[in-house]
């Protein structure tokens, strides 16, 4: 079992940044695969990004990509979403996820594959 509390999120103008962080308790964190989702009002839950076990994988959803920086710190059990230029399209609540004995060449992108989620964490982006 892990738990993961997330912090950070908030109201923040177009094309302001905003970095969320997600921190874990339990099982040896290394072990664990994760990645970040978001819900946006009315719609369903996608992905934004993933990481591996050692943090020299990512992937990014392309709507994200280039703005959108995951990042991991396995000492401090913990893994990062910052978050530039931000859009009102990227208005939604975000939620960190982690799966158990992830692969260490790969990090899902798929959303039924995780297995822990954090609380979720509001992101607004006004214009």
């Known amino acids: 079992q892990v738990q993961l509390v997330q912090s950070g999120g908030g109201l923040v103008q177009v094309g302001g940044s905003l970095r969320l962080s997600c921190a874990a308790s339990g099982r040896t964190f290394s072990w664990y695969g994760l990645g970040w989702f978001r819900q946006a009002p009315g719609k369903e839950r996608e992905f934004v990004g993933a990481i591996s076990r050692s943090g020299d994988l990512t992937y990014y959803a392309d709507t994200v990509k280039g703005r959108f920086t995951m990042s991991r710190d396995n000492a401090k059990n913990s893994v990062y979403l910052q978050m530039n230029s931000l859009k009102p399209g990227d208005t939604a609540v975000y939620y960190c996820?982690?799966?158990?004995?992830?692969?260490?060449?790969?990090?899902?992108?798929?959303?039924?594959?995780?297995?822990?989620w954090g609380q979720g964490t509001q992101v607004t982006v006004s214009s």
């Open positions: 996820a982690a799966v158990w004995k992830a692969s260490l060449i790969s990090a899902s992108t798929r959303e039924a594959d995780y297995d822990y």
